[in-house]
């Protein structure tokens, strides 16, 4: 299996980030990682192992990107319009700089963005906010709204709420989306969600399909058993749905 390793200096971010490449050809894959997660995440959890043999047959061409979770939505010692502000900038990063190395890479037509819990919001958001950039998402055990809290996961924003959020809560800008040409993108994505039976935000995900359902954008629920919010899930979920 193909495995490259590349870092360059973000002029969007103003330091160093780092991504791995598997695979040779394919439908190209952004993989985000999970809460505080690098870019060898997926590989550490052998997720990328799981989807060795859709690899190795030039399938899928995964593109593990690194996170910046500690200056944007975990860092807590910033006032909450700062954390937000952290995430505008990787998400330009990944728009201006990951994207079009991807499409350098591989001119493949087909890209998935693809994560796990919080990386789950992050593809679902860039995926919604520019469908046609994306021909599939496939989220497991995410949280599509960061202000709200249950179980263990705080309300990452504490209390805070202003348009920057708004627009980058799915489940909010997405009710009163009315864009037909973003919505008819959203329309032609694959779109696929996974979540554990006993995942505090199984009921968050519900309400992201019931928003989905009123926009009239397609979409597939599945629900596993017990929490499925650790890699042992994860990397039986990825070669079903991946």
Same mark, same amino acid.
């Given at each position: 299996m193909n495995r490259e390793y590349h870092k360059w200096w973000s002029p969007r971010l103003r330091r160093d980030m780092e991504l791995l490449v598997f695979g040779h050809s394919g439908?190209?894959? %952004?993989?985000?990682?999970? &809460? !505080? !997660? #690098?870019?060898y995440e997926y590989e550490k959890l052998r997720i990328t192992e799981s989807l060795r043999h859709k690899i190795e047959a030039? @399938? %899928?061409? %995964?593109?593990?990107i690194d996170g910046i979770d500690s200056e944007s939505f975990y860092c807590f010692w910033a006032h909450p319009t700062g954390r937000v502000q952290r995430y505008v900038e990787y998400e330009e990063y990944i728009l201006n700089e990951v994207l079009p190395f991807m499409q350098m890479k591989n001119?493949? &037509?087909c890209t998935i963005s693809h994560g796990c819990s919080l990386g789950a919001f992050f593809a679902a958001n860039i995926a919604f906010k520019h469908p046609h950039l994306f021909q599939k998402l496939c989220v497991f055990s995410g949280r599509y709204n960061l202000t709200e809290?249950?179980?263990?996961?705080n309300d990452l924003l504490e209390g805070h709420y202003d348009e920057t959020v708004y627009y980058n809560t799915p489940v909010h800008y997405l009710k009163n989306l009315d864009c037909h040409d973003r919505l008819e993108a959203m329309r032609a994505m694959d779109i696929v969600i996974v979540c554990g039976k006993q995942d505090p935000f199984l009921g968050n995900n519900h309400y992201l399909c019931r928003v989905l359902n009123?926009?009239?954008?397609?979409h597939r629920m599945h629900e596993? @058993?017990? #929490?499925?919010? #650790? !890699?042992?899930?994860? #990397? &039986?979920?990825a070669p079903m749905y991946v």
């Amino acid at each position: 299996m193909n495995r490259e390793y590349h870092k360059w200096w973000s002029p969007r971010l103003r330091r160093d980030m780092e991504l791995l490449v598997f695979g040779h050809s394919g439908a190209k894959v %952004l993989v985000f990682p999970t &809460r !505080g !997660g #690098r870019f060898y995440e997926y590989e550490k959890l052998r997720i990328t192992e799981s989807l060795r043999h859709k690899i190795e047959a030039g @399938q %899928l061409q %995964l593109f593990c990107i690194d996170g910046i979770d500690s200056e944007s939505f975990y860092c807590f010692w910033a006032h909450p319009t700062g954390r937000v502000q952290r995430y505008v900038e990787y998400e330009e990063y990944i728009l201006n700089e990951v994207l079009p190395f991807m499409q350098m890479k591989n001119p493949h &037509r087909c890209t998935i963005s693809h994560g796990c819990s919080l990386g789950a919001f992050f593809a679902a958001n860039i995926a919604f906010k520019h469908p046609h950039l994306f021909q599939k998402l496939c989220v497991f055990s995410g949280r599509y709204n960061l202000t709200e809290a249950a179980d263990d996961f705080n309300d990452l924003l504490e209390g805070h709420y202003d348009e920057t959020v708004y627009y980058n809560t799915p489940v909010h800008y997405l009710k009163n989306l009315d864009c037909h040409d973003r919505l008819e993108a959203m329309r032609a994505m694959d779109i696929v969600i996974v979540c554990g039976k006993q995942d505090p935000f199984l009921g968050n995900n519900h309400y992201l399909c019931r928003v989905l359902n009123e926009k009239a954008v397609p979409h597939r629920m599945h629900e596993w @058993q017990d #929490r499925a919010h #650790r !890699g042992y899930y994860w #990397r &039986r979920m990825a070669p079903m749905y991946v």
